[in-house]
């Protein structure tokens, strides 16, 4: 006899399909009268503080093809290091900032792009300052469970070395998966899914 459990069970877990961009993004793929515009694909106004840049990259798969349906979406701080969060007990966080974003891939080239503002260093609650990052979240076919990854900048190298969370890392030769490259005001960003560039996730 089968034991009744006093909780829900698990619902099961699906890869994210093609209906994950009429359901995020609709005006993307030319579903129009849904949103005004796709949520998440503006983060800052004429007024934002902060310097502005841009994350872009592709996501390959282990076999090196590019990805080109996958659907990203990232959090991060101000330029101040505050975060657009109830939660955030240290001050007002950039009003003209959103720190939420959501972007799909370039249908033909595989291609995303967020235009942001570079984050300031965050504090934990022990004072230790995290180097200034991006959180990054990645959906595609294929996928289970949507993948967590952080984007740390290749010209913070003093604040990398005393990042809190890339110090946990145990194998070094990994830490670069985590670093974008900066080409003038944009900085690269590729995500390798499996492979011997496999980028780190962290389970969150």
């Given amino acids: 006899m089968a034991q009744s459990l006093d909780r829900l069970k698990e619902s099961p877990s699906q890869t994210a399909g093609p209906y994950v961009h009429i359901g995020c993004a609709p005006n993307f793929i030319g579903i129009e009268g849904v949103f005004d515009h796709d949520l998440g694909v503006s983060m800052v106004n004429d007024d934002t503080q902060g310097e502005r840049i841009s994350i872009s990259g592709q996501i390959f798969d282990g076999t090196g093809t590019v990805l080109k349906d996958a659907l990203l979406e990232i959090w991060q701080a101000d330029s101040n290091g ?119 996730f962290f389970d969150i």
């Fill in 82 to 200: 505050l975060f657009n969060s109830p939660g955030e007990t240290r001050g007002a966080a950039d009003p003209n900032f959103t720190g939420w974003g959501r972007q799909p891939t370039d249908i033909d080239s595989g291609l995303y792009r967020f235009d942001t503002v570079k984050p300031g260093r965050v504090p934990l609650q022990d004072g230790r300052l995290q180097a200034p990052h991006v959180n990054l979240w990645i959906v595609a076919r294929g996928i289970n469970l949507g993948l967590n990854t952080r984007v740390y900048f290749s010209d913070e190298e003093a604040a990398n070395a005393e990042d809190p969370v890339l110090a946990r890392i145990e194998h070094r030769v990994r830490v670069p998966t985590l670093i974008a490259s900066r080409e003038s005001d944009n900085y690269r960003f590729d995500i390798h899914l499996q492979g011997d560039k496999e980028t780190v």
